[in-house]
């Protein structure tokens, strides 16, 4: 009875958490991302199984902006693939706080498709404060609620730039470029970081108009490994 | 180069290409150090293609904001960053701040 309630009381904070500003923020930003969806003249499927079983934002505007633009296959997969990197060590340091003496292995593997940002983020601050037990159930529960608010945000995002009147239409298109402009921003205090962001804002466009198949792999690989030199920490 | 993708088809290949990043990470779960360069030079790899994306969706948008002229984009982005930076880096007033003088300044254009 005491491992159930611990569990409830879990399941309840996780709610509340996630309905805070998490969602307000995230629920805003697929609102952008349903827009973008639809102004790039794709079908809403498209987006809601993006949001679904993709579900990190930079990655899924990668997508839908190549897709616009008409890039290959192999663009859009490459593009992705480096886009979402940053997963791998969220995910590395997130499930060893996660695991439980009796859970089996796939729970973990379930846990690792609801890592992005702003899950990552809240977990590693909120879940080692809770006995191992209670755990992936506060994940699961942030994670699946915050989940369920972008499913919601990309069908609303799709609908309503349809109906609204154009100009804020249009101004939900841009909400997904300035958001990750504050996420950047936010986040620059160590060399490499302002380096790779200063450097990939500069080759961007530019090698968008040398080929806009490629350009944004090339300025991902070029201007990070660039910034990655800077970033070095010197010897002695 | 190739072909223009099919969506589903690339969407296929999008949830592959983020889901194998998330299932290596658990695989690999405490047993790696994430401070290593390997996991420096992605880092940095990420964040220049997510600044570049960001800049030429400003700068080059492929989709309806290019029907709205590059100054008015421009004064809605330094309004969005300012007005973040201002309020103590609180997103929701930067994001409210650009798209409203988005809005405003395309109605007005």
């Known amino acids: ?236 | 180069m190739g072909e223009a993708a099919s969506p589903w088809v690339a969407l296929a290949a999008t949830a592959a290409a983020t889901y194998v990043w998330r299932a290596a990470g658990a695989r690999l779960g405490g047993r790696l150090s994430t401070a290593s360069p390997v996991f420096r030079w992605m880092e940095c790899v990420s964040y220049a293609l997510l600044a570049g994306l960001v800049a030429r969706m400003l700068l080059l948008p492929a989709g309806p904001l290019a029907a709205v002229a590059l100054p008015v984009r421009l004064a809605a982005t330094v309004a969005a960053a300012a007005a973040f930076l201002a309020s103590g880096r609180r997103v929701l007033v930067g994001a409210g701040v650009g798209v409203a003088t988005l809005a405003l300044l395309s109605l007005v254009q």
């Open chain 1, 1 to 236: 009875v005491a491992v159930a309630d611990g569990a409830q009381a879990a399941a309840r904070s996780a709610i509340l958490e996630a309905l805070g500003l998490p969602a307000l923020i995230l629920g805003a930003s697929y609102l952008g991302f349903g827009s973008l969806v639809r102004e790039n003249g794709l079908p809403i499927w498209v987006g809601v199984a993006s949001t679904a079983f993709a579900w990190a934002l930079p990655g899924q505007v990668v997508m839908v902006e190549l897709l616009g633009t008409g890039a290959s296959v192999a663009a859009v997969l490459l593009a992705v693939l480096l886009t979402n990197a940053r997963l791998l060590p969220m995910a590395v340091t997130l499930v060893p706080h996660l695991r439980r003496p009796a859970s089996s292995s796939w729970h973990y593997y379930l846990a690792a498709n609801f890592i992005a940002v702003t899950s990552w983020a809240n977990a590693m601050r909120a879940v080692p404060l809770l006995p191992r037990d209670h755990r992936l159930t506060w994940f699961f529960t942030f994670a699946g609620t915050l989940w369920a608010v972008t499913l919601a945000g990309t069908v609303a995002g799709y609908l309503l730039s349809a109906v609204l009147p154009r100009p804020v239409a249009l101004a939900l298109v841009f909400l997904n470029p300035i958001y990750f402009m504050m996420v950047l921003a936010g986040d620059l205090r160590r060399r490499g970081k302002l380096a790779a962001v200063v450097l990939g804002a500069v080759l961007g466009p530019l090698l968008h108009r040398w080929n806009p198949d490629w350009g944004l792999l090339a300025t991902g690989v070029l201007a990070g490994s660039l910034a990655f030199l800077v970033d070095r920490p010197a010897h002695g």
